[in-house]
C-alpha cells in the first residue's frame, strides 16, 4: 500500500500568513492526490483533486502542486474558516490511502 | 442537490456484525463512473478508505479489515450498504459515505457521518 506522510503534523499560525503543508508518497503515484479540509465534529470537504485542480467553489487561496512522491498545499492567505486539519489523500492505486493530517491552529 | 446520508446502530457489542446504511439522492449509482465509498475516523484520529462500490457493481475493499467487509448497492432504492462483520472495540469511529464521480476515489461529496461505538 501507498502510505502518505504529512509535514508538519500541526502548526500555528495567524490570520493572513502563507501557509504550506507537504504530503510525500512512499512511491510514485503520478498526481492521482487530492486534499480535504475538516473541521471538528464535520465531514471533510474536497478542496483539491489531480494534485493541483481546485475543486468548484474553493476560494483560490488555496492551491495544490506536485507530482510522482512530492507534493504541497499551499493556501497563500490564512482565513479564519481555514484553521482546521487537512488530509492528503491518494487514488493512484487500491488500497486508497490517506495521510495522517495537518492541524493549522491560530497562533 | 446531491445528498448522502449515514444511518444504523450507534452501539453494537464486539463480534456482532455492523451493518450501515448510505441513502443518498441528487444522483444515480447506475450511472457511468459514479461510485460510493466507505471512509471511518475513529475519535481523534485519522481518516481510513474502507470501500468502495462503483456503478459496475465493481467492488474495492481495504484489505487491512480482511475479509470482514461487504457492500451492496440498491440502485432503485439509492442506497449502499456496507458490512462489518465480527466487530471489535477498535471498531469505533465515525462511519462516512462519499460520492466519487469518472471512476476515480476522490469523495466529492460526503455525508455527516455516523459515530458507531463497540462495547460490551
Known amino acids: 500500500a501507498v502510505q502518505l506522510t504529512q509535514s508538519p503534523s500541526s502548526l500555528s499560525a495567524s490570520v493572513g500568513d502563507r501557509v504550506t503543508i507537504t504530503c510525500r508518497a512512499s512511491q510514485g503515484i503520478r498526481s492521482a492526490l487530492a486534499w480535504y479540509l475538516q473541521k471538528p465534529g464535520k465531514a471533510p470537504k474536497l478542496l483539491i483533486y489531480d494534485a493541483s485542480t481546485l475543486e468548484s467553489g474553493v476560494p483560490s487561496r488555496f492551491s495544490g502542486s506536485g507530482s510522482g512522491t512530492d507534493f504541497a498545499l499551499t493556501i497563500s492567505s490564512l482565513q479564519p474558516e481555514d484553521f482546521a486539519t487537512y488530509y492528503c489523500q491518494q487514488f493512484n492505486s487500491y488500497p486508497i490511502t490517506f495521510g495522517p493530517g495537518t492541524k493549522v491552529e491560530t497562533k | 442537490q446531491i445528498t448522502l446520508k449515514e444511518s444504523g446502530p450507534t452501539l453494537v457489542k464486539p463480534t456482532q456484525t455492523l451493518t450501515l446504511t448510505c441513502t443518498f439522492s441528487g444522483f444515480s449509482l447506475s450511472t457511468s463512473g459514479v461510485g460510493v465509498g466507505w471512509i471511518r475516523q475513529p475519535p481523534g484520529k485519522a481518516l481510513e478508505w474502507l470501500a468502495l462500490?462503483?456503478?459496475?457493481?465493481?467492488?474495492r475493499y481495504s484489505p487491512s479489515l480482511k475479509g470482514r467487509l461487504i457492500t451492496t448497492k440498491d440502485t432503485s432504492k439509492n442506497q449502499v450498504v456496507l458490512t462489518l462483520t465480527n466487530v471489535d472495540p477498535v471498531d469505533t469511529a465515525t462511519y462516512y459515505c462519499g460520492l466519487s464521480y469518472f471512476d476515480t476515489s476522490v469523495f466529492v461529496y460526503w455525508g455527516l457521518g455516523i459515530l458507531v461505538a463497540v462495547s460490551s
Open positions: 462500490i462503483y456503478w459496475n457493481d465493481n467492488n
